[in-house]
Nanobody
């Protein structure tokens, strides 16, 4: 049973930084997983969940949404079974619930539909 638990969210001012963590269990022996960060603005009706960044567990290939390139960095520590998202130069439009996701043999790492395992999310709020 795959389990994902996010932490590290909070409230910051524009220009600030946060680091999110995602602790995972249930597939630590299988290195063919892809893991990703996604976000959804819960107070914006009709706004869909969108990709932020993703990383392949076996070779560390990373992918980023255009909106976060140069500001966010995804990384992993396989020894600690933890994935991270370092978020710098935060903007009010980054405000959202951030979710960790994982699945095997992901072909399109920034596509929501590729992932079947999700955490419960951690809220990030950026004030101007």
């Amino acid at each position: 049973q795959v389990q994902l638990v996010e932490s590290g969210g909070g409230s910051v001012q524009s220009g600030g930084s946060l680091r999110l963590s995602c602790e995972y269990s249930g597939y630590t022996e299988n290195r063919h997983y892809c893991m990703g960060w996604f976000r959804q603005a819960l107070d914006a009706p009709g706004k869909e969940r969108e990709a932020v960044a993703a990383i392949y567990r076996d070779d560390g290939r990373t992918y980023y949404a255009d909106s976060v390139k140069g500001r966010f960095t995804i990384s992993q520590d396989n020894a600690k079974n933890t994935m991270y998202l370092q978020m710098n130069s935060l903007k009010p439009e980054d405000t959202a619930m951030y979710y960790c996701a994982a699945d095997l043999w992901v072909a399109y790492p920034l596509r929501v539909s590729e992932y079947n395992y999700w955490g419960h999310g951690t809220q990030v709020t950026v004030s101007s």
